[in-house]
């Protein structure tokens, strides 16, 4: 079992920067990879970010490919997602969420630990 708990949202200007922090307890998460994915009201889910168990391979959706980083700190159980440059488009709930695999996919049905969630707004 892994639980997982976001932080670092809020409410960011455009073109400014943001960075959530997902917390992992369990004792598996440095062997599992994870992801970030997003869901905007009225939007479909979109899989933002991943990172394999190591932290040397990631992946980015085209969307945020250049602007967002993910990372890890496997000694602290910690993932990050460095958001920068941040769009409108931007704005949605984050969720972090690890799949029980040492490498990553974009699916989120792949993933099977989920955090609650952090709200991430951009203004004008």
């Known amino acids: 079992q892994v639980q997982l708990v976001e932080s670092g949202g809020g409410l960011v200007q455009a073109g400014g920067s943001l960075r959530l922090s997902c917390a992992a307890s369990?004792?598996?998460?440095?062997?599992?990879?994870m992801g970030w994915v997003r869901q905007a009201p009225g939007k479909e889910r979109e899989f933002v970010a991943a990172?394999?168990?190591?932290?040397?391979?990631?992946y980015y959706a085209d969307s945020v490919k250049g602007r967002f980083t993910i990372s890890r700190d496997n000694t602290k159980n910690e993932a990050y997602l460095q958001m920068n440059s941040m769009k409108f488009e931007d704005a949605a709930v984050y969720y972090c969420?690890?799949?029980?695999?040492?490498?990553?996919?974009?699916?989120?049905?792949?993933?099977?630990?989920w955090g609650q969630g952090t709200q991430v707004t951009v203004s004008s």
């Open positions: 969420a690890v799949r029980p695999s040492t490498y990553y996919t974009s699916n989120a049905n792949d993933y099977i630990y």
């Open positions: 369990g004792r598996s998460f440095s062997s599992y990879a």
């Open positions: 990172i394999d168990w190591s932290g040397f391979s990631t």
